[in-house]
């Protein structure tokens, strides 16, 4: 294994998609997106962009990009879901950015023993488990982010 980051279009190459044009060209709007980004906002660019690509085409494309893990969905706190791309690595966890929607990629830190912890006390067999963190990242917080909930 070495340390070079897949691209999410080598990806789905590996996992038997064709590269069809409107592939790489959501590949190219997720790679453009700072922080999170939701399926609309994809949308929104490639409007913006003109490229011609149906709404539907879209949404079925982050459908197959989350499917081979070039992405991952993160559930905001507000309800909505949104998709970071992200190295796909060993299991991790996020820190999300609630204003600017950064998102940081954090390991277990000790988790693991947490989750041994309640698979011990409750008698289950865990298999999978699923954290994000929600906060203000360095940056909002040096702009001086008020805490007012306008
Ligand atoms: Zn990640
Ligand atoms: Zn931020
Ligand atoms: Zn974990």
Redesign the pocket.
Known sequence: MDAVVESPLVMLDRAGYRLTGPRRAVADLIASRQGHFTAAELVGDAAMRRLGIARATIFRTIEVFEGVGAI?RIDLPSGDHAY?A??PAAH?H?VVCARCGR?T?VDDAGLAGVVGRIATETGYQIDAHRLELFGLCPTCQADGATASSS
Do not use: K, R, T, V
């Open positions: 991952e970071i992200c190295e991790h996020h998102a990629d």
